[in-house]
């Protein structure tokens, strides 16, 4: 009974050894604060986090007292950073900072593409692709491969993402049997009918708009489908 109760107490000592930890985003932007969360210390006097930089420069510090502490901090240069425990030298945690302006790269090269080549699924796989070399230390050939089995995989497996994926093929699938059945160019033709200038065609696009307005993805299949041979003349 004594040698149970032993092992019992030193399997739960371990567990709550491993479980402390410093909780930071592995890649952050410059100029914009993140949260840094501290949990399950041994004690609870008074801690000191470091942040240094590459070179081992001390850039910014904070103290705090407690076993759980959670604070945000702002680190204005791009770079990989370590932050670590004065107290807790086992305990450490890293960071990739990466320039603010390169987060708008890939949205603006995926509308770009989607506006030359007329390929959405395209133009998103580059714009996702292109965002993955930025975060991967502008690394294409891991980029491809986090591309593949990371970045592809946490979309799909995510309850809410799988949700948007197979409503937006529904809805796409219902409005591919109504243009194949010829009801797109019927209301295209009616609506003609009205819309005899570009003026007229983007009012008429606007108030198709108002009609779906139970769900935007739906709206931009939609309206975006059947108005396509208007606004295209």
Do not use: C
């Not at 932007?29 to 008074?46: A, G, M, Q, R, W």
């Not at 470091?50 to 502490?69: C, M, P, R």
């Amino acid at each position: 009974m004594k040698k149970f109760l032993l092992i019992l107490v030193i399997f739960v000592n371990l567990s709550s050894l491993y479980s402390q930890e410093i909780e930071v985003s592995k890649f952050q932007l410059s100029e914009i604060s993140f949260p840094v969360k501290i949990k399950n210390l041994t004690d609870s006097t008074l801690h000191q986090v470091s942040v240094y930089d590459a070179n081992q420069t001390l850039v910014n510090k904070f103290t705090f007292e407690g076993d759980n502490y959670e604070t945000k901090i702002t680190l204005p240069r791009s770079g990989n950073y370590s932050f670590v425990i004065s107290s807790e030298p086992g305990i450490s945690a890293s960071v990739r900072i990466i320039p603010g302006w390169l987060s708008v790269v890939p949205p603006l090269l995926a509308i770009f593409l989607a506006l030359i080549i007329r390929q959405v699924l395209v133009s998103l796989a580059a714009g996702i692709f292109v965002g993955a070399v930025i975060i991967y230390n502008y690394n294409p050939l891991t980029a491809l491969l986090r591309f593949t089995d990371t970045i592809i995989m946490n979309a799909l497996v995510d309850h809410d993402h799988m949700f948007i994926i197979v409503f937006t093929l529904m809805i796409g699938g219902v409005v591919g049997v109504i243009s194949q059945n010829g009801g797109t160019a019927g209301l295209a033709n009616l609506i003609t009918r009205y819309a005899k200038k570009a003026k007229s065609g983007l009012i008429s696009s606007w108030l198709m708009g108002m009609v779906v307005f139970f769900d935007d993805y739906a709206n931009s299949l939609i309206i975006g489908n059947m108005m396509r041979p208007i606004t295209d003349k």
